[in-house]
Nanobody, 122 residues
Framework: QVQLVESGGGLVQAGGSLRLSCAAS????????MGWYRQGPGKQRELVAA???????NYADSVKGRFTISRDSAENTVHLQMSSLKPEDTAVYYC????????????????WGQGTQVTVSS
């Protein structure tokens, strides 16, 4: 199977920075898109940023100019550099990967990490 494990969350003051990382492991043939989502208290899960295997990126309007997503395809990792953090960025951040797994054929599945808490104090 495939596991995605996030790290790097924590408590930071408004205006500060954090770097989240997500490492994928297991029976991976390749990884297509990877992304970061977040779910704040009482809110629905939302897309924060995504990156394709070719390096194209997409960001939520609320984080443009403050967050940067990057990936290391050789290491099957994706990172989210978060700067100028605001209290409204407080949420559990989840990593998602579109992973191609080889069994008798090649199939793409979506996997989620367990989430990492980011808390921004005012």
């Amino acid at each position: 199977q495939v596991q995605l494990v996030e790290s790097g969350g924590g408590l930071v003051q408004a205006g500060g920075s954090l770097r989240l990382s997500c490492a994928a492991s297991g029976s991976i043939f390749s990884i297509n898109a990877m992304g970061w989502y977040r779910q704040g208290p009482g809110k629905q899960r939302e897309l924060v940023a995504a990156i394709t295997s070719g390096g194209s990126t997409n960001y939520a309007d609320s984080v443009k100019g403050r967050f940067t997503i990057s990936r290391d395809s050789a290491e099957n990792t994706v990172h989210l550099q978060m700067s100028s953090l605001k209290p409204e960025d407080t949420a559990v951040y989840y990593c998602k990967g579109h992973v191609v797994v080889r069994t008798t054929t090649l199939n793409e599945y979506q996997y989620w990490g367990q989430g990492t808490q980011v808390t921004v104090s005012s």
